[in-house]
Structures are given as C-alpha cells and as structure tokens.
Nanobody, 115 residues
C-alpha cells in the first residue's frame, strides 16, 4: 500500500522560503518518480514540479527559478525548496506519485504567503 506524508508547510511572509518534504512508503521514488501539486481556493489542482525516476526535473513556468525539487534516495523522500515566495503561491501542496497507472496523493500541507 502506497502512503505519502507531507510536512513543512506554514505561514511565511512574501519573499520568504519554505521547504516541504514528502515521506513515502510502499513505493520507491528513485524508480517511480514523484511530483508536487498545489490547489488554491476556487482553483484546479496544478502541477508545480516533478522529478522522474531517472532524475529529470520539470517545473511550472510560474515557479521556475524559485522552486527546486529534489529527492533523497536513501530516505525515500522528496523535497520542494520554495524561495522568493509570493502571495499567489498560497495553496495546499500535495505530494504525488504514480504506480501501475494509479495516482496516489498525500494529505496535503497548507502554505500561506502573507504579510
């Protein structure tokens, strides 16, 4: 059974930084890859960043140059370093992975960017 648990969200001022982490069980990120999505109130869930099993990275245009996705193969965790945060980054952030065509999600962690 695949389980994903996010941590690291919170309240931060504009221009600040946060680091999200996703701990996985029942899957292996270094093989199947993982991604971060976010959903703001009243909006659809959108892809923020993804890292494949081979290590290739892809980012939404809105976060390029500010966010960095990484993976710790030994710990089987995936992180999202978020710098230069903006109010429009406020959302619930979800960890995601796909196994055998099935999508798995964490419970989500709230990120609020506000002064």
């Amino acid at each position: 059974q695949v389980q994903l648990v996010e941590s690291g969200g919170g309240l931060v001022q504009p221009g600040g930084s946060l680091r999200l982490s996703c701990a996985a069980s029942g899957t292996i990120f270094s093989i199947y890859g993982m991604a971060w999505y976010r959903q703001a109130p009243g909006k659809q869930r959108e892809l923020v960043a993804q890292i494949t099993g081979g290590g290739s990275r892809n980012y939404a245009d809105s976060v390029k140059g500010r966010f960095t996705i990484s993976r710790d193969n030994a710990k089987n965790t995936g992180d999202l370093q978020m710098n230069s945060l903006r109010p429009e980054d406020t959302a619930v952030y979800y960890c995601n992975t796909i196994r055998s065509g099935r999508w798995y999600w964490g419970q989500g962690t709230q990120v609020t960017v506000s002064s």
